[in-house]
């Protein structure tokens, strides 16, 4: 990448697949943003770029990629494939530029202890600008995609409860599914994660409650 598509690349703003960091002094909020791309489509973290699209650069830039490296090599779990390349500007500050694939192998979790404790561990996906951490029943259906198998289940009292409340509502909750279902929150949490896989809802993942709906027909 030269110093041109650098800038049309920055023009584009933030978005699901574009995040700019302007320092690496709390590498963790990268490694929350590289582990978000390789949960979800795959993007471009972009080190030395302001929010308000201003391209500064980093004036050591071997130790930033230094620090960047050995982060996402201690703390994320499995490993995650990427790649940095340097964009050089005038002022021999330069910008790094991680490029993140969706990954095969996925969920990627942070583990912020991975000696001491191991199972103190999160998820992050990709939601519009934002790297959110992931709900449990985000996790499961990560895991579900990468089994490549096919979902069976059976059309039982819940799910008639479940469809006619989306048919007279815009979405629903696991909380609220299991309410008015009359059902656990773990039953009620397994039913939506097996409809999602199913293709039959979507989820919309939040940092506050994930929201279902029925999938869009296309």
């Given at each position: 990448m030269d110093y041109q598509a650098l800038k049309n690349l920055v023009k584009r703003g933030e978005g699901s697949s574009l995040e700019f960091k302007l320092k690496t002094n709390h590498p963790e909020k990268i490694i929350r943003g590289i582990v978000a791309f390789a949960n979800t489509n795959g993007g471009i973290m972009l080190i030395g770029v302001a929010d308000d699209k201003t391209?500064?650069?980093?004036?050591?830039?071997?130790?930033?990629?230094?620090?960047?490296?050995?982060?996402?090599?201690?703390?994320?779990?499995?490993?995650?494939?990427?790649?940095i390349d340097r964009v050089q500007l005038y002022d021999e500050r330069e910008v790094l530029v991680i490029r993140v694939p969706p990954s095969p192998t996925r969920p990627h979790y942070i583990i912020p202890d991975p000696v001491n404790d191991p199972d103190n561990k999160k998820a992050y996906v990709r939601v519009a600008d934002k790297s959110v951490q992931a709900s449990r029943e985000v996790r499961e259906i990560l895991k579900g995609q990468q089994a490549e198998r096919s979902i069976r289940f059976t059309y039982g009292d819940k799910e008639h409860k479940l469809m006619q409340h989306l048919g007279?509502?815009?979405?629903?909750t696991v909380d609220l599914f299991?309410?008015?279902?009359?059902?656990?929150?773990?039953?009620?949490?397994?039913?939506?994660?097996?409809?999602?896989?199913?293709?039959v809802l979507e989820i919309h993942p939040s940092d506050v409650m994930d929201q279902y709906t029925t999938r869009a027909v296309s």
């Open positions: 391209i500064r650069g980093l004036k050591y830039a071997d130790e930033d990629e230094y620090l960047l490296v050995r982060a996402i090599n201690k703390y994320c779990f499995p490993r995650i494939s990427y790649t007279e509502h815009s979405s629903i299991a309410s008015i279902a009359g059902i656990s929150r773990k039953i009620a949490s397994r039913t939506l994660v097996l409809l999602v896989l199913a293709h």
